[in-house]
């Protein structure tokens, strides 16, 4: 069972492992030009870890690609010769990647745990002007349920998050500092991300760091995931609320010069000072410059189009030649049965005689 399991893990390690690379290289390739598309790659990728490779396709890349892979009976018999070595090997690297899950899991329910405390004795009032400009945002948008604001001390924040109701999170160095010119672009920034499920998309990408924690490229893949929904955000202030790329820079920038924090715990989206680079603010003015985005529901549809098309691709991870050696177990269960069928008959033939 355990050595079953090792097997499988390790098949989803490289599969994992060759589609964050290809993902990467797609997004090199098509650079700034498409980041819904790539933020759609990403999440493939994610909903492929946490998918166990256990059924084989035809049109699976990954079932494809081992077609060719075979285990003969010589190799099955030299490992099954010596099981112990690879038992105890399988055995060990189970216990440490458990070790490592339960670590994991204990660090991101602290951190949860010290968000909702921040949260509860930092509740900003409803009557306060910081709220009803989310409140109006938040109509805008067509969210259903009011967000709540939490201002943290310090320079925490700003993130979104909570999967049912968002709340935003705002440094209070920034409430304090900072008019309307600046909080309502960044309000606006947050809530979009809760418009867009990217407080989901961060929920999964929690969920996927504590199972694949051992892996560098899963980290790798969600700090290029976060960068692209990020420039996905920048694009739709701009376009949603027709905000003025000289009034969202500056905004950005004041967040650059307090210097925030990212957000205190994973499964959170949000602004964070050391994203904010000379490059994304060269994008946000050369946002005017570009051409007029498609309609809405034709960049949906597209999207989930993707998306389909992709988890069809890659889900499947089981090799297809499993399904050759189980064809092949057939002959060998007709010759047992012949051979059962003969030995009744010849030990009928006796009796038949002293008959």
Known sequence: MTEDLLVMAWRQYWQLSVLVLLVALIGRLTDKRAPRLQHTLWLAVFVKAITPPIWTSSFGLFSWSQAEVAISPVETEAASSSPSVFTFLASALMAIWLAGLVTAVAVQWRRFANLRRLVADNLTADDTPICQWANETARELGLRRSPRVVVSPGNLGP????LWRATILLPRTLVESADESVLRPIIRHELLHARRGD?????????VAVVWWHNPLIWFAIASSNRVAERCVDRDVIRRFGEACGDYARALLRVVELRTKPAPASGLAGLCSAEITADRLKDVFD???????MPRIVGRVLRAAT??????????????????????AQPFCLQVAAESAMAAGDEATPAEEQR
């Open 307 to 328: 998306l389909i098309a992709a988890l069809a691709i890659i889900l499947p991870g089981r090799p297809t030649t499993l399904l050759a050696e189980e064809c092949c």
């Open 159 to 162: 993130a979104v998050f909570g």
């Open 287 to 293: 946002e005017t410059r570009r051409r007029r985005a």
């Open 199 to 207: 407080t989901f998309f961060a929920a999964l990408q929690a969920a």
